[in-house]
């Protein structure tokens, strides 16, 4: 039934995306509220597979490497729900669904297995530090698709080449305001994550060395593009630079953590 339930989801991700597509192949109006109804109906059937795990598995469910990237998905698609129905527009679903997509199918087929056995308060304590650690790295996650795009259609502006991207992609300054909400998230969402993670380590003396590398790289790329657009006043072609290369980064340092991590049960 979990299994079933994420690729339902999946289905309706990459259907969403598709569906989005549509305004490159024809002159038609941006399909908001079809690409809104299956990004509803994937989450639904996501948060189902995932409510199964947790009552199946108790409050340690998200502790495994699968349960937390089929989490991610989940937090991902529900941000990027938000987002399209905020600025009517859908072409950020063209990337960020297929990641959502991408990141759910992986979770899968890595299992469905909690790192931990239901530990009472522990496991809650650790399931709030990852809810939140994720729902800072998808607020992440989304700024830098907004950045990336905003960096497209600048370019395509600039050479008055005014083709599918122009006509298709939001307009700069709803872009830039993505971006710049969604960096305010992504740094609020991974301080307090990092905050419950670090009183969790100090009181069962549980430190991972490369959880907090990782973690701490996160929080100082989406905290240097968050203070930097609120302190420095960076203006949006910085700022879409910034979270584009600074994500990218903590993706990167990711990959190096997992190819030689030990802990092959949990998300690092």
Same mark, same amino acid.
């Given at each position: 039934m979990i299994a079933i339930a994420h690729f339902i989801a999946v289905s309706f991700y990459l259907g969403a995306a598709a569906v989005a597509a549509l305004p490159f192949a024809r002159r038609v109006k941006a399909p908001v509220v079809p690409v809104v109804i299956l990004l509803l109906l994937g989450?639904?059937? @996501?948060?189902?597979?995932? =409510?199964?795990?947790?009552?199946?598995?108790?409050?340690? !469910?998200?502790?495994?490497?699968?349960? =937390?990237?089929?989490?991610?998905?989940?937090?991902?698609?529900? !941000?990027?729900?938000?987002?399209?129905?905020? =600025?009517?527009?859908?072409?950020?679903?063209?990337?960020?669904?297929?990641l959502a997509a991408l990141v759910t199918m992986a979770g899968n087929l890595t299992g469905m297995h909690p790192f931990l056995e239901p530990q009472g308060a522990r496991a809650v304590w650790l399931t709030m530090h990852i809810v939140l650690s994720f729902i800072g790295i998808a607020a992440y996650a989304t700024a830098a698709a907004a950045g990336a795009?905003?960096?497209? =259609?600048?370019?395509?502006?600039?050479?008055? @080449?005014?083709?599918?991207?122009?006509?298709?992609? +939001? +307009?700069?300054?709803?872009?830039?305001?993505?971006? @710049?909400v969604a960096s305010i998230a992504g740094f609020l969402g991974l301080t307090l994550g990092l905050a419950l993670a670090a009183a969790y380590s100090i009181q069962y003396r549980a430190l991972v060395l490369p959880q907090i590398i990782w973690g701490l790289g996160a929080w100082a790329g989406v905290s240097a593009l968050a203070l930097g657009r609120i302190l420095r006043g960076w203006q949006a072609r910085r700022a879409a630079i910034m979270s584009a290369v600074t994500f990218a980064s903590v993706i990167a340092l990711y990959v190096v953590f997992r190819m030689v991590s030990l802990n092959r049960g949990q998300f690092l």
């Amino acid at each position: 039934m979990i299994a079933i339930a994420h690729f339902i989801a999946v289905s309706f991700y990459l259907g969403a995306a598709a569906v989005a597509a549509l305004p490159f192949a024809r002159r038609v109006k941006a399909p908001v509220v079809p690409v809104v109804i299956l990004l509803l109906l994937g989450v639904g059937a @996501h948060a189902t597979a995932l =409510a199964g795990l947790t009552k199946q598995a108790g409050a340690a !469910s998200l502790t495994g490497l699968g349960p =937390a990237l089929s989490f991610a998905g989940l937090v991902l698609a529900l !941000s990027l729900v938000i987002v399209e129905v905020l =600025a009517r527009e859908v072409s950020l679903t063209l990337v960020a669904a297929p990641l959502a997509a991408l990141v759910t199918m992986a979770g899968n087929l890595t299992g469905m297995h909690p790192f931990l056995e239901p530990q009472g308060a522990r496991a809650v304590w650790l399931t709030m530090h990852i809810v939140l650690s994720f729902i800072g790295i998808a607020a992440y996650a989304t700024a830098a698709a907004a950045g990336a795009m905003y960096l497209v =259609a600048r370019r395509e502006l600039k050479s008055a @080449h005014f083709g599918a991207i122009f006509r298709f992609f +939001p +307009p700069l300054d709803t872009l830039d305001r993505v971006n @710049h909400v969604a960096s305010i998230a992504g740094f609020l969402g991974l301080t307090l994550g990092l905050a419950l993670a670090a009183a969790y380590s100090i009181q069962y003396r549980a430190l991972v060395l490369p959880q907090i590398i990782w973690g701490l790289g996160a929080w100082a790329g989406v905290s240097a593009l968050a203070l930097g657009r609120i302190l420095r006043g960076w203006q949006a072609r910085r700022a879409a630079i910034m979270s584009a290369v600074t994500f990218a980064s903590v993706i990167a340092l990711y990959v190096v953590f997992r190819m030689v991590s030990l802990n092959r049960g949990q998300f690092l």
